[in-house]
């Protein structure tokens, strides 16, 4: 049976430099490994990572939903998640509680929760499009269209996963991300498909609240 969340997992992982930033339930540390190595990044993709990471570290703080679809599967995790300044060797964002169903995707999801992760995503992209404003959850956003081959991709970004992808027979994933007007993603939506162009999974990931969070008092509760 396919690895439940394996492409969008796999491909935030190597958007942040092979590693998942935010720990996994029970205590599990990710790591973190070298980026893609012989990559040429489009210099508008790597102009709108930067943005995009500088600002989510500038909120400092947030709320992420991840909602996954297998065929007739669904799985959610949901997290506030907090982002020091990331220096060299410094400190990755944490996630004060990782909450989900089905329980045993949640330490699965719970890498797809790192704003930082999705900010990145422009970095791994062959192509990027923008495709105007758009509006969410109220706000106003600007949606941006990536596509990735995934066998453009170094295995040593993430060598077992990305093993796993291509026996599974997922060939590429497509991406679309709405940044609001300071940069900082809202929504990541991505559809990974098989080499007969059949969707295989799909992925939403909401973001908000930010500069908010479960030890600010403006933030508890919201949803």
């Not at 930033?21 to 190595?37: D, F, V």
């Not at 943005?51 to 799985?75: D, F, I, K, Y």
């Not at 959850?137 to 060598?159: E, F, I």
């Not at 007007?181 to 809202?186: E, G, H, M, V």
Request: charged residues 20%.
């Amino acid at each position: 049976m396919m690895r439940r969340f394996a492409a969008a997992a796999t491909l935030f992982a190597i958007a942040l430099g092979g590693g998942s930033a935010i720990p996994a339930p029970h205590g599990a540390a990710g790591g973190h490994q070298r980026p893609p190595a012989n990559r040429r990044i489009p210099p508008r993709a790597a102009n709108l990572s930067r943005q995009s990471l500088a600002a989510v570290e500038a909120a400092g703080s947030g709320r992420a939903t991840v909602t996954e679809v297998v065929g007739e599967e669904r799985a959610t995790a949901s997290s506030w998640f907090a982002v020091p300044p990331v220096t060299a060797g410094g400190p990755a964002t944490r996630a004060a509680a990782v909450a989900g169903e089905p329980a045993d995707a949640v330490r699965r999801l719970a890498s797809c929760l790192d704003p930082r992760a999705a900010a990145a995503l422009f970095t791994v992209a062959t192509e990027v499009r923008r495709l105007g404003p758009a509006r969410v959850g109220g706000q106003v956003t600007v949606r941006y269209r990536l596509d990735v081959d995934l066998s453009s991709l170094s295995d040593r970004a993430a060598p077992e996963p990305m093993a796993e992808l291509r026996q599974a027979g997922f060939a590429a994933v497509g991406v679309d991300i709405w940044l609001d007007q300071a940069k900082r993603p809202t929504r990541v939506s991505l559809t990974a498909s098989g080499t007969d162009h059949t969707a295989m999974e799909t992925v939403d990931c909401r973001y908000s609240h930010w500069g908010a969070g479960p030890t600010r008092g403006a933030g508890r509760g919201r949803r």
